[in-house]
């Protein structure tokens, strides 16, 4: 095949960025779809959209902001310029080939004789065909790879619909639905234009709900303004910021110390009975910010208490940093909540199983995405079927290696406090590895070790589904830098190491 190369590198979001700097010495082939860099942060951002962590927890490790020190969050388009200064200091650009979307894939190797443990580089011979579509563009270019790595991502591209009776559907609503991915593409003009003086209703009470139900009360002050209205399934822990009761939040989650008491993958016997003796105390740390949350915010007000322990949002990475202001829209009326587990569509806006029924002119859908169907519009079968397991989670080795599918990798697809920070360290070790820098195990012991992972997850919340590793994410380092040939243990001393934060700064590159 005539357009050959070794690495090929399925979208240039922050894990396609991170994979591409650490392989460019095999100058890869960055296949992005849009005409930009960025991936959710490009498209998926609404104009109030911030990062919900500070500068220095969320940054790779050769590479600091300039302003790494400044307290505040920063907002999306400082993300974006941060990342740009990123791809053009490592030269990363020159990898990439924007407008250009993997449409189909297609497996040229031969299953019985491809050693998934083995060379991943099979020197010469693709494995692996790909089609793109160039934009504005119906001809299709196939090229040839050994090695895919794929980094679309779990968000964005493909909404998540709910689906609903004969009738009640949008079809019957005489407003305008639209889904949180569709606002995202107005500019701050059109969607102001969309919310003012109508009557909204958000779907949702997660991250991108609760900024959009703040954007809709500020886009309606004033004596025509109406008030924004949150349909409420689950209620999910919100934080004002990260100090608790006046102490450092990491110090609860984020240090070696603290994470000893939540279970992990491969843990001897005796950490085992430990964990179980320190439950209480676990569950006691849990309390104590659930007693601060409640103290601070006014969801026993507004009835948004959650019924899980807050330990169960942080361990399925789904705590929020709620905006400054958003409670006083409420308290002005500018936002209420509808609690509410099903509903579906009149003509004049949404009904309830309470046969209560909401007016509405616009109704956005804030439901999610769905990464696996995105994944499955382009991977082909038996891979496809691969994708499913029985616990609803992509079963991958470190996060990265699906063990029954050759010479692919997938970065960006578990979560953690800092997803950039995960995307890097796993882009480091999948570099070492194409290296021939050391072996993978066998198919059998990548599957049980993906399932202990699962387990993990399993018992730490009822929202395992997320593949989030927080509770124990420095367990997770610890493990891939030991098959890496690094130390486990990053820090100058036990002090430090036991009781300060881990972050991408401990994962400096040891060669």
Same mark, same amino acid.
């Given at each position: 095949?005539?357009n050959?190369?070794k690495?090929?590198?399925?979208g240039?979001?922050?894990?396609?960025l991170?994979a591409?700097k650490q392989?460019?010495h095999?100058n890869?082939?960055?296949?992005?779809?849009?005409?930009?860099?960025?991936?959710?942060w490009?498209?998926?951002s609404?104009?109030?959209? @911030?990062?919900q962590s500070?500068?220095?927890?969320?940054e790779f490790?050769d590479?600091?902001?300039?302003?790494?020190?400044?307290?505040?969050?920063?907002s999306?388009?400082?993300i974006?310029d941060y990342?740009?200064?990123?791809?053009?200091?490592?030269?990363?650009?020159k990898?990439?080939?924007?407008?250009s979307?993997?449409?189909?894939v297609r497996?040229t190797?031969?299953? !019985?004789?491809?050693d998934?443990?083995g060379n $991943?580089?099979?020197g010469?011979?693709p494995?692996?065909?790909?089609?793109?579509?160039t934009?504005n563009?119906?001809?299709?270019q196939w090229?040839?790879f050994?090695?895919?790595?794929v980094?679309?991502?779990?968000?964005?591209?493909v909404p998540?619909?709910?689906a /609903?009776?004969?009738?009640?559907?949008?079809e019957?609503?005489?407003g305008?639905?639209l889904?949180? &991915?569709?606002?995202?593409?107005l500019?701050?003009?059109?969607?102001?234009?969309?919310?003012k003086?109508?009557k909204?209703?958000?779907?949702? /009470?997660k991250?991108s709900a &609760?900024?959009l139900?703040?954007?809709?009360?500020e886009?309606?002050?004033?004596p025509?303004?109406?008030?924004?209205t949150?349909?409420?399934r689950?209620?999910?822990?919100?934080?004002p910021?990260?100090?608790?009761w %006046?102490?450092?939040?990491?110090?609860?989650?984020?240090? *070696?110390?603290?994470?000893?008491?939540?279970?992990?993958?491969?843990?001897? $016997?005796l950490?085992?009975?430990l964990?179980l003796l320190?439950?209480?105390?676990?569950?006691?740390?849990?309390?104590f910010?659930e007693?601060?949350l409640l103290?601070?915010?006014?969801l026993?007000?507004y009835?948004?208490k959650p019924?899980? #322990? /807050?330990?169960?949002?942080y361990?399925?990475?789904?705590?929020?940093?709620m #905006? !400054?202001?958003f409670?006083?829209?409420?308290?002005? %009326?500018?936002?209420?909540?509808?609690?509410a587990?099903?509903?579906? /569509?009149?003509k004049?806006?949404?009904?309830?199983?309470?046969?209560t029924k909401?007016e509405?002119?616009?109704?956005i859908?804030?439901?999610?995405?769905?990464?696996?169907?995105?994944?499955?519009?382009?991977l082909?079968?038996?891979?496809?079927s691969?994708l499913?397991?029985?616990?609803g989670?992509l079963?991958?080795? *470190?996060?990265?290696?699906h063990?029954?599918?050759?010479?692919?990798?997938?970065?960006?697809?578990?979560?953690?406090?800092?997803?950039?920070?995960?995307a890097?360290?796993?882009?480091?070790?999948?570099?070492?590895l194409?290296?021939?820098k050391?072996?993978l195990p066998?198919a059998? @012991?990548?599957? !049980?070790?993906t399932?202990?992972?699962m387990?993990?997850m399993k018992?730490?919340t *009822?929202?395992y @589904?997320?593949?989030?590793?927080?509770?124990?994410s420095?367990?997770?380092?610890d493990?891939?830098?030991?098959?890496?040939?690094?130390?486990a243990w990053r820090?100058?001393n036990w002090?430090?190491?036991a009781?300060s934060?881990?972050g991408?700064?401990?994962y400096?590159d040891?060669?």
């Amino acid at each position: 095949m005539a357009n050959y190369s070794k690495i090929a590198i399925i979208g240039a979001g922050v894990s396609g960025l991170a994979a591409a700097k650490q392989l460019r010495h095999h100058n890869p082939v960055v296949f992005e779809a849009s005409n930009s860099i960025g991936g959710i942060w490009k498209s998926c951002s609404y104009n109030s959209t @911030k990062l919900q962590s500070h500068r220095s927890d969320y940054e790779f490790t050769d590479f600091p902001w300039p302003n790494r020190d400044d307290p505040g969050f920063p907002s999306y388009t400082e993300i974006l310029d941060y990342l740009e200064s990123y791809a053009k200091h490592f030269d990363v650009f020159k990898c990439v080939r924007f407008n250009s979307k993997v449409v189909e894939v297609r497996f040229t190797g031969s299953l !019985e004789t491809t050693d998934i443990g083995g060379n $991943l580089l099979p020197g010469g011979h693709p494995v692996w065909e790909v089609a793109v579509q160039t934009l504005n563009s119906n001809s299709i270019q196939w090229y040839g790879f050994e090695f895919l790595v794929v980094c679309t991502g779990k968000y964005g591209d493909v909404p998540i619909i709910p689906a /609903f009776p004969n009738n009640k559907g949008p079809e019957v609503f005489e407003g305008q639905v639209l889904h949180s &991915i569709d606002y995202c593409k107005l500019d701050k003009e059109a969607a102001s234009q969309l919310l003012k003086d109508k009557k909204v209703a958000v779907v949702g /009470f997660k991250k991108s709900a &609760i900024d959009l139900a703040k954007e809709c009360a500020e886009s309606n002050q004033g004596p025509e303004g109406q008030p924004c209205t949150m349909i409420v399934r689950t209620t999910h822990w919100t934080v004002p910021h990260y100090r608790i009761w %006046g102490l450092p939040f990491f110090m609860f989650y984020s240090t *070696r110390f603290s994470q000893f008491l939540h279970g992990s993958p491969n843990q001897s $016997l005796l950490r085992t009975l430990l964990c179980l003796l320190l439950s209480p105390l676990r569950r006691g740390v849990s309390k104590f910010i659930e007693s601060y949350l409640l103290w601070k915010l006014p969801l026993l007000k507004y009835g948004l208490k959650p019924d899980h #322990p /807050f330990e169960e949002d942080y361990a399925s990475c789904q705590m929020a940093i709620m #905006p !400054e202001g958003f409670f006083s829209e409420a308290e002005k %009326g500018k936002i209420v909540f509808k609690r509410a587990s099903k509903w579906w /569509f009149w003509k004049g806006g949404l009904e309830f199983e309470d046969n209560t029924k909401l007016e509405a002119d616009v109704v956005i859908l804030c439901t999610g995405y769905d990464g696996k169907k995105k994944l499955k519009a382009f991977l082909p079968e038996p891979f496809q079927s691969l994708l499913e397991h029985p616990s609803g989670l992509l079963p991958l080795y *470190r996060g990265t290696i699906h063990p029954l599918i050759p010479n692919m990798a997938f970065v960006g697809y578990i979560e953690s406090v800092s997803n950039l920070h995960t995307a890097e360290l796993r882009s480091i070790w999948l570099s070492r590895l194409i290296d021939d820098k050391f072996k993978l195990p066998s198919a059998e @012991k990548m599957l !049980e070790q993906t399932s202990k992972e699962m387990e993990v997850m399993k018992q730490s919340t *009822r929202f395992y @589904k997320r593949h989030c590793i927080s509770t124990f994410s420095i367990n997770h380092s610890d493990e891939i830098c030991e098959e890496m040939g690094w130390n486990a243990w990053r820090k100058r001393n036990w002090l430090l190491e036991a009781f300060s934060p881990y972050g991408s700064k401990d994962y400096e590159d040891e060669e």
